[in-house]
């Protein structure tokens, strides 16, 4: 039996912001964040003594800067325990990667970048942020590298916990677990303004719609991009929902041939080999979910001519950027307006 991480009777549940690190994390199983020039942290004894190096290591930094940094330092390696819970967000794709701790701090002085570190055992990679409810998003957002979740850890420690795999029924438990809470004590600056827009949006179109609405929806997005589009209406259709094409007849290639997933799971290659099965000489093809896509799937796409693999983030960038495009329908069941909000470099 391979080794398994025990998580505590009480853990405490912490998110860590790597914005540069993505795969690194989960291939190296640790969590890193910066700093590097102030060196080893356990030589550190005191917050004041973080702060006077921090002052000497940065010293163009501002005061309430130090301050930020030093607290971000301190709770890594003291607040930190073995058996915690950790949430990892993966920008690339913005899911989550949960863990349990599983050694105490350490200086990697051979790492090129980010040498504060802790080992994780990964328990779940690639979570769809729909899993959370939008209190639970709204906590994990904060603008500091590290911070504790409090208000909202049940849910996050019943999907390391739950023995459950799929992602519907870890929906189920977590939503058993969840306070409701929609907010926390923190200001809404630009970016958590932008990620809970964000994560509104995903989770509309995944909660709100059925199969056949998403294909009707993928349509109607296509066509907000300037392409004419239509559902496929016969059930023999190899597993294309969409027939796209720039031309207004659909006669002149290339035709773009479109399959629809309305899932927040991680889309695997049989699925995307399944769409090149039915890809003609010429045509293009294009996947679209709610998810995100194995890293076999994303290889093949590098691979294949004419082949696009579109995840949620994707549709999240496709509907901000052509909404008022896209049909009344769509934009009563999204409703967005736009808003100048105060800008994160702000000062308080």
Same mark, same amino acid.
């Given at each position: 039996?391979?080794?398994?991480?025990?998580?505590?009777?009480?853990?405490?549940?912490?998110?860590?912001?790597?914005?540069?690190?993505?795969?690194?994390?989960?291939?190296?199983?640790?969590?890193?964040?910066?700093?590097?020039?102030?060196?080893?942290?356990?030589?550190?004894?005191? %917050?004041?003594?973080?702060?006077?190096?921090?002052?000497? /290591?940065?010293?163009?930094?501002?005061?309430?800067?130090?301050?930020? %940094?030093?607290?971000?330092? %301190?709770?890594?390696?003291?607040?930190?325990?073995?058996?915690?819970?950790?949430?990892?967000?993966?920008?690339?794709?913005?899911?989550?990667?949960?863990?349990?701790?599983?050694?105490?701090?350490?200086?990697?002085?051979?790492?090129?970048? =980010?040498?504060?570190?802790?080992?994780? +055992?990964?328990?779940?990679?690639?979570?769809?942020?729909?899993?959370?409810?939008?209190? #639970?998003?709204?906590?994990?957002?904060?603008?500091?590298?590290?911070?504790?979740?409090?208000?909202?850890?049940?849910?996050?420690?019943?999907?390391?916990?739950?023995?459950?795999?799929?992602?519907?029924?870890?929906?189920?438990?977590?939503?058993?677990?969840?306070?409701?809470?929609?907010?926390?004590? +923190?200001?809404?600056?630009?970016?958590?303004?932008?990620?809970?827009?964000?994560? =509104?949006?995903?989770?509309?179109?995944?909660?709100?719609?059925?199969?056949?609405?998403?294909?009707? =929806?993928? #349509?109607?997005?296509?066509?907000?991009?300037?392409?004419?589009?239509?559902?496929?209406?016969?059930?023999?259709?190899?597993?294309?929902?969409?027939?796209?094409?720039?031309?207004?007849? /659909?006669?002149?290639?290339?035709?773009?041939?479109?399959?629809?997933?309305?899932?927040?799971?991680?889309?695997?290659?049989?699925?995307?080999?399944?769409?090149?099965?039915?890809?003609?000489?010429?045509?293009?093809?294009?996947?679209?979910?709610?998810?995100?896509?194995?890293?076999?799937?994303?290889?093949?796409?590098?691979?294949?001519?004419?082949?696009?693999?579109?995840?949620?983030?994707?549709?999240?960038?496709?509907?901000?950027?052509?909404?008022?495009?896209?049909?009344? +329908?769509?934009?009563?069941?999204?409703?967005?307006?736009?808003?100048?909000?105060?800008?994160?470099?702000?000062?308080?």
């Amino acid at each position: 039996m391979p080794y398994r991480a025990t998580v505590a009777n009480n853990p405490n549940v912490w998110c860590v912001h790597n914005n540069t690190l993505t795969s690194e994390l989960v291939d190296g199983d640790f969590i890193a964040i910066g700093w590097d020039q102030i060196g080893d942290l356990t030589h550190i004894s005191t %917050w004041e003594d973080l702060k006077d190096r921090l002052a000497e /290591g940065y010293p163009d930094a501002r005061p309430r800067a130090v301050a930020q %940094w030093a607290g971000n330092l %301190w709770r890594f390696e003291q607040d930190i325990q073995v058996g915690d819970i950790v949430i990892a967000p993966f920008r690339p794709d913005s899911t989550l990667n949960l863990g349990v701790v599983t050694g105490d701090y350490r200086f990697d002085p051979d790492a090129p970048t =980010f040498r504060h570190r802790r080992s994780v +055992e990964w328990r779940r990679i690639g979570l769809s942020r729909t899993v959370f409810s939008q209190g #639970a998003l709204y906590e994990i957002g904060s603008l500091l590298t590290v911070s504790q979740v409090r208000r909202n850890a049940a849910e996050f420690i019943t999907a390391i916990t739950t023995g459950q795999t799929d992602v519907e029924s870890i929906t189920t438990a977590i939503e058993a677990a969840s306070d409701d809470s929609d907010s926390v004590a +923190e200001e809404p600056r630009a970016s958590r303004i932008a990620r809970h827009t964000r994560d =509104f949006i995903l989770e509309a179109l995944h909660r709100r719609l059925s199969h056949q609405e998403f294909e009707v =929806f993928t #349509a109607d997005l296509l066509r907000a991009l300037g392409y004419q589009a239509r559902v496929t209406r016969f059930s023999q259709d190899g597993g294309i929902d969409v027939i796209a094409h720039r031309d207004p007849l /659909g006669v002149e290639p290339p035709q773009i041939k479109v399959q629809c997933k309305h899932q927040t799971s991680t889309i695997g290659s049989p699925e995307v080999q399944q769409l090149i099965g039915a890809q003609g000489v010429g045509e293009l093809c294009v996947f679209v979910t709610l998810g995100s896509y194995s890293r076999e799937a994303l290889s093949i796409e590098r691979q294949r001519t004419g082949l696009r693999l579109l995840s949620g983030e994707d549709i999240v960038d496709l509907v901000l950027e052509h909404y008022s495009a896209l049909p009344e +329908e769509w934009r009563t069941r999204i409703p967005l307006t736009p808003v100048l909000v105060v800008s994160d470099a702000a000062d308080d």
